[in-house]
């Protein structure tokens, strides 16, 4: 038999994608794109504190790339088997756990391994650049770059193997990634401030990758060699840890067990606070289906909405704590910026999972066909969600643009020209509009992509990279491109002022959202049955024609050859 064979499968497989290449390709030439930008905007800044700044902006984005990688990739590799019911035929082979357990790493971790991996060598460009960037500080934060991406990778894949729901399973491993990279050393300072016993105990700092990415700087690796390698050893070990917990439990969660009679107690009382008991249930039940049925089907779950003021609350809890830990210090511009910028992701990123899973989950269940067979218009199924939506959504929106109109009555209380005070009401009111924006852009490319993406991570994931990346890579080319037709000019004189970059902002974003939200629309309105029936992972008819046309000229070729999925 051969070792490991579900591995070797996977890199067969891989190693004839198109995709495996590309994705090298694309993410170097990304990174080069990004040390272009950087050196274009700071050209006339000491070459050393360049090549310094540069190689923070490449570690960094290396690392954080690297912690994503799990939630992104693994979280949902072994949980789709589960929903898909085929991880038990696999166990009824003579695989083993770590079979299926690595063959799954190593299927779902390729695009970003390979990213990574080609983000390495261009950390070693501010070295070239003779900015005091010596070879063994590239050397360890290539080692840190790694060390993150297996960690996260594992993580992942141990969270995927306890799950079975795909945005549980994400949302989990996302948090316990933060949990350990920034939660931790929050506690640390927030327990030594409480104390006053500075500095922070290394000991909530160890498992934190942040730590040993701060440690592998010269500067603090000199004085702190011995925690950089205990922080490094560490995050491996606990990396196989996960590794090895996901190889044990997999064998057996898949399997619908009996459960303990106190768990079932417990299971009932949450499904009975989650639903409502019987006649509260009904009359629920009776409301919601005069309105819109589809209304009924997504908001029966009473927890979705009181989730959002939880979430929202703890928030509160913890600025509030922050402003009685430091009083008059923590009202400020970058304390109220900072908590509209958490509050806006949040609130995106939120609602852009839940108008995905949507459709997501009843497509790929066989309910949407069945929805589809009834009198239901498309309409109504888009009324219903965004009812829903609204439902769940329209309150916490409305507390969070409340709170930034505080915020910004507050800075304006503290400004002292009218000119400042002029830029503070451009500023918000522009990032005010683009949020309620974005939530419209991502309520209709969150159906669509719901409907036709594989999953619903997927969904969500490229309806926010569209509406929150998209309009700052845009924004980072026009930028580019000013700083590039001036490269001749030593004068700034006659450069645009923060009225065109706010207005390039303000336009750039708005633009965005109208652009997709109006396409998302009309392919919702038009085509929703077609998509809806096709299957997913399916060509288009274009490209199945094309494929027709040039078989006959390749008629002496194995036929296998000409499968798109082994990337002949």
């Known amino acids: 038999m051969i070792f490991l064979p579900i591995v070797s499968r996977e890199l067969l497989l891989a190693s004839r994608r198109r995709g495996t290449y590309?994705?090298?390709?694309?993410?170097?030439?990304?990174?080069?794109?990004?040390?272009?930008?950087?050196f274009a905007m700071f050209r006339y800044e000491p070459a050393r504190d360049l090549a310094m700044l540069l190689f923070y902006?490449?570690?960094?984005?290396?690392?954080?790339?690297?912690?994503?990688?799990?939630p992104r990739s693994t979280a949902d590799c072994i949980s789709e088997e589960k929903r898909e019911g085929t991880l038990g035929l696999l166990f009824l082979t003579d695989l083993r756990g770590y079979d299926v357990i690595l063959g799954k790493l190593f299927a779902s971790s390729f695009n970003s391994f390979y990213t990574v991996v080609a983000m390495l060598p261009m950390m070693a460009i501010p070295l070239l650049m003779g900015g005091g960037i010596t070879l063994n500080e590239v050397a360890r934060m290539s080692l840190v770059t790694i060390n993150a991406l297996f960690f996260s990778l594992t993580l992942g894949i141990f969270v995927s193997a306890m799950s079975r729901s795909a945005l549980k399973a994400s949302l989990t491993s996302a948090l316990l990634v933060l949990f350990f990279v920034a939660g931790l050393p929050a506690c640390g300072m927030l327990l030594a401030a409480i104390r006053k016993t500075w500095p922070v105990n290394p000991l909530f700092l160890?498992?934190?990758?942040g730590f040993t990415y701060f440690l592998a700087f010269d500067s603090q690796y000199k004085l702190s060699k011995s925690w950089f390698w205990a922080s490094f050893a560490l995050i491996h070990?606990?990396?196989?840890?996960?590794?090895?917990?996901?190889?044990l439990v997999a064998r057996w969660t898949w399997q619908e067990r009996p459960r303990f009679q106190s768990f079932l107690h417990w299971r009932e009382r949450w499904q009975a606070w989650t639903y409502g008991r019987g006649p509260d249930r009904v009359s629920f039940r009776s409301r919601l289906l005069e309105v819109n049925p589809i209304l009924w089907l997504v908001a029966r779950i009473r927890s979705k909405p009181v989730s959002v003021w939880v979430v929202l609350g703890l928030l509160a809890a913890v600025w509030i704590l922050g402003w009685w830990k430091f009083r008059r210090d923590w009202l400020n511009e970058g304390v109220y910026i900072s908590t509209a910028i958490v509050l806006n992701l949040l609130l995106r990123c939120w609602f852009a999972t839940e108008a995905a899973f949507v459709l997501s989950d009843n497509h790929r269940s066989g309910a949407l066909e069945l929805l589809l067979s009834t009198p239901l218009k498309v309409e109504d199924i888009l009324r219903g969600q965004w009812l829903a939506l609204r439902r769940q959504f329209i309150g916490p929106v409305l507390l969070v643009l409340f709170a930034e109109c505080f915020f910004l009555l507050a800075i304006i209380r503290e400004a002292i020209s009218d000119d400042e005070r002029v830029f503070w009401y451009a500023l918000w009111f522009c990032g005010m509009l683009i949020f309620v924006a974005d939530l419209v852009a991502l309520y209709w490319l969150g159906m669509w992509r719901g409907l036709t993406s594989r999953n619903g991570l997927r969904a969500a994931g490229g309806g926010l990279a569209i509406v929150l990346g998209l309009p700052w890579a845009a924004y980072g080319v026009i930028l580019l491109f000013l700083v590039v037709s001036e490269l001749g000019q030593r004068s700034y004189q006659g450069n645009p002022t923060w009225k065109f970059f706010l207005g390039l902002w303000f336009g750039l974003g708005v633009g965005i959202d109208l652009l997709f939200a109006t396409w998302c629309r009309q392919k919702l309105l038009t085509e929703f049955r077609l998509a809806a029936q096709r299957q997913y992972g399916a060509r288009s008819d274009s490209l199945k024609s094309w494929f027709k046309t040039l078989k006959p000229h390749v008629s002496g070729m194995d036929s296998r050859n000409l499968d798109p999925e082994v990337g002949g």
């Open 22 to 38: 590309w994705v090298r390709s694309t993410s170097a030439l990304a990174v080069m794109i990004i040390g272009a930008w950087v």
């Open 206 to 209: 160890v498992p934190s990758t």
């Open 237 to 247: 070990g606990l990396s196989w840890l996960g590794l090895l917990f996901a190889t």
């Open 57 to 70: 902006v490449l570690t960094g984005g290396a690392v954080l790339l690297a912690l994503s990688s799990g």
